[in-house]
């Protein structure tokens, strides 16, 4: 059974960049869409983008070129990197897998604070 | 980018009561690519209903969806206590993927 395991700094200061990666157990990277999808406080879900095991990526536009999504296939992790932060990126950010576009298996999530 | 509207915003039921959640989008869901998903409070989103209609692996067959081009819908056929949670769905026919805004069933 696979299992996502999203770890990074849960405190993160305006402006700076906001780094996280998934750890990927008991399967493979490749074949797969990995996906990063985010939840502000009470709100509902964002998809962020995905990496494709063959280094395809996908963005969600309104991150304003913000977003940058990589895989390590001989780490079996991938990560996420988010520029210029601001209190509206506080989130629990999750990573999740696919086999197509949409992401059947989710991390549990790990939760982001921007603040100074 | 496809946006997806879900009504109501709360379904209030008893168990045993039937559940009917809509989805509607602003334009076609191309091969029926809209997914639903359950979360609970604290937990990730669970994959219930993939491709419109098929259900994800372990998901009790109380669950069912069904809908094509631009309204999709997701039933319960009776709810259980362990059902009472946020449902959203998701259509992956078009980049950028999008959620949408949530429905809450809730114990009435």
């Known amino acids: 059974q696979v299992q996502l395991q999203e770890s990074g700094p849960g405190l993160v200061k305006p402006l700076e960049t906001l780094s996280l990666t998934c750890d990927v157990s008991?399967?493979?990277?490749?074949?797969?869409?990995w996906h990063w999808i985010r939840q502000a406080p009470g709100k509902g879900l964002e998809w962020l983008g995905f990496v494709h095991h063959s280094g395809t990526t996908n963005y969600n536009p309104s991150l304003q070129s913000r977003v940058t999504i990589s895989a390590d296939t001989s780490k079996s992790r991938y990560s996420l990197r988010l520029n210029s932060v601001t209190a509206a990126d506080t989130a629990m950010y999750y990573c999740a897998r696919g086999a197509g576009w949409t992401p059947e298996f989710w991390g549990q999530g790990t939760l982001v604070t921007v603040s100074s | 980018e496809i946006v997806l509207t879900q009504s109501p915003d709360t379904l209030s039921l008893s168990p045993g009561d039937r559940a009917t959640l809509s989805c509607r989008a602003t334009?076609?869901?191309?091969?029926?690519?809209l997914a639903w998903f359950q979360q609970k409070p604290g937990q990730a989103p669970t994959l219930l209903i993939d491709?419109?209609?098929y259900r994800a692996p372990g998901i009790p067959d109380r669950f069912s969806g069904s809908g094509s081009g631009t309204d999709f819908t997701l039933t319960i056929s009776r709810v259980e206590p362990e059902d009472f949670a946020m449902y959203y769905c998701l259509q992956a026919s078009h980049a950028p993927l999008s959620f949408g805004g949530g429905t809450r069933v809730e114990l009435k």
């Open positions: 491709d419109g209609s």
């Open positions: 334009e076609t869901v191309t091969n029926n690519f």
């Open positions: 008991g399967g493979s990277i490749s074949g797969y869409y």
